[in-house]
Structure formats: structure tokens, C-alpha cells
């Protein structure tokens, strides 16, 4: 498993744990014949799965004295590694958050998104200060594959640079995801953020100044 929380899996393997999820149950003889690969290759396949929680092997009585047989099937995480359409369906909700006409309502919608989006990482997040608790966060972005770095600002500020934008179509479209994720990190530092560049204004990359005087915008 990653420190993301997601399951470790190479395009390789993907061949390998359809096969799993069509035709159920199987061996290595199997699954090398059926691939048109070696043994050996499948094994080390399965070895890596296994590791990352997506296939458990059951062992077979032998018919006969000897090794007993082996046959791999999906666990309940393999099988949900099929039908990710996060993307898809992240736009179309954003899409209808939009529409809403009363800005308000919109904004009372951006501000909970936030909110959510803070809640799935609140309990990873350690240190007794905002500065602290900024770099804590700064490494739960990385390790989702986030670019980001953390540095002092002066006047007890810290800026954290977004050198990768998270979410880059939904930005492309409504710069509101921008203020749902100052109110993730606003929440998760325990102090006032603002978006103090942004690259939909032009900058190379987006940068959130966290502490002191760091005024909250309203819209």
C-alpha cells in the first residue's frame, strides 16, 4: 500500500488482474499461458500484488504427494481498482456547483467542499504550530503525488508553493477551486491563509501565504 493510501500497481500488472477479475480463480500455469509469459514472470507479478493487498492466493489440496497447488484471486481492494471515473465526475459536480445563481449559496457550497477536502487528512497532520502543521501538510500533498515545498515568509508567515496544480481543469474552469483548497489549508494549519499568487493570474505557480495579517478574502 502507498502512503497515499492507495493501492501500488504497475501498468504491467493490469493484464494480470483483469484476468483475475473475468475469469476468477487461478494458477500460475494459468495465468503464463494465458498472458504468453514466463512462470517466473508471472510470480514476481503476483508477489507485488499480493504485497500491495489487490490478490491473496489460497492453497489447494494435492491430488497427489507433493507441493500443493496455489490459485490467486482478487481481494475486495483488487476488485474495486476497476471503474475510476473520479475525473469525469468531479467536473460535472463542479460544473452544477457553478450554476448555482446566488453567490451565497455558492460560496456556503466552496467553503464545504473545503471543509471535506480537510477532514480526509485532519488526522494525519501533526505539530503544535500553524508553521508546523503547514510542513505536515506539505508532505501529505507530496505524497499524493502533489508537488509543493514550504518556506518562511517573515513576520511569522509561511508560504507554501503549489508547483503542480491539483486540480487543473476544474481551475481552468472556476477559480473557486482555488478557494475551497485555501479553506482545506486553512483548516488544517489552524491559521489564516490567503492565495497570495495564483497561476490563472500569470504566475509560474500558485502560492498560499499562511500566519499573521494574512487577510482572508471574502469572495
Same mark, same amino acid.
Given at each position: ?90 467536473? *460535472?459536480?463542479?460544473?452544477? +456547483?457553478?450554476? *448555482?445563481?446566488?453567490?451565497? *449559496? ?33 508532505? +501529505?500533498?507530496?505524497?499524493?503525488? +502533489? ?11 509561511? $508560504? ?22 485555501? *479553506?482545506?489549508?486553512?483548516?488544517? $494549519?489552524?491559521?489564516? $491563509? ?21 487577510? +482572508?478574502?471574502?469572495?
Amino acid at each position: 500500500m502507498s502512503t497515499s493510501g492507495r493501492p501500488d500497481r504497475r501498468s504491467s500488472d493490469t493484464a494480470l488482474l483483469e484476468l483475475l477479475r473475468t475469469q476468477g480463480g487461478l494458477g500460475i500455469g494459468d495465468l503464463a499461458s494465458r498472458m504468453g509469459v514466463t512462470a517466473t514472470a508471472v510470480r514476481q507479478r503476483l508477489e507485488r500484488l499480493m504485497q500491495a493487498g489487490l490478490v491473496a492466493r489460497a492453497v489447494l489440496p494435492a491430488k497427489f504427494r507433493g507441493r500443493p497447488s496455489h490459485r490467486y484471486s482478487l481481494t475486495d481492494a483488487g476488485l474495486k481498482t476497476a471503474g475510476d471515473n473520479f475525473r469525469d465526475l468531479a467536473l *460535472v459536480l463542479w460544473s452544477e +456547483i457553478r450554476s *448555482v445563481d446566488d453567490p451565497a *449559496v455558492r460560496r456556503g457550497l466552496v467553503s464545504r467542499i473545503g471543509s471535506a477536502l480537510a477532514g480526509l487528512y485532519q488526522r494525519q497532520v501533526t505539530g503544535e504550530t500553524p508553521r508546523e502543521r503547514l510542513e505536515s501538510a506539505a508532505r +501529505i500533498l507530496r505524497e499524493r503525488e +502533489i508537488s509543493c515545498t514550504v518556506e518562511p515568509a517573515g513576520d511569522g508567515q509561511a $508560504v507554501l508553493t503549489s508547483h503542480a496544480c491539483p486540480y487543473p481543469e476544474l481551475a481552468e474552469r472556476d477559480r473557486g477551486i482555488c478557494a475551497a483548497e485555501r *479553506v482545506m489549508l486553512e483548516q488544517l $494549519v489552524g491559521d489564516s $491563509v490567503r492565495l497570495s499568487e495564483c497561476r490563472l493570474d500569470g504566475s509560474p505557480c500558485c502560492r498560499f501565504t499562511v500566519g499573521p495579517g494574512a487577510c +482572508i478574502p471574502t469572495g
